[in-house]
């Protein structure tokens, strides 16, 4: 199961999937596995949701996901853009756009840019004076 979002222009639920295998299904409490979302501590994971904002628009996380940390959820962000900018027809439109993390207190947790989530797409160049370089 993805993350489902509503989309304001059309008012459709669009759903998204999101590639991480050991996260949660976002259906309240046990993971692909059937196993209970638990820390190792034996607590409950925190539900994070992911809501897209483009200029004025926000595309709102219906249901979040159960992930350990603010670390996985960052990690779950840049799968998720990364996902809907797949389409070239979004790329320009979504460019600009954020992704705002918030828990299930409605608390952001990240904000994380588009652009900023394709910036580690493109091959780094070789840095002049490295061993490497002729």
Known sequence: MGLVILDPQSGKRVEIGIASPDQGTG????NRAGRANVRPE???MPRYFFNTHIGEDVITDLNGEELRDPDHAWEASRSIIRAMMDDPK?????LA????V????GEVVLEFPFAEALAGDEPEEP???SPNAH
């Open 127 to 129: 840095r002049h004076g």
């Open 102 to 105: 918030t828990d299930e207190a």
């Open 42 to 44: 034996g607590l409950p």
């Open 97 to 100: 756009a954020s992704l705002v």
């Open 27 to 30: 259906t309240g409490g046990t």
């Open 90 to 94: 979004n790329q320009d439109r979504l």
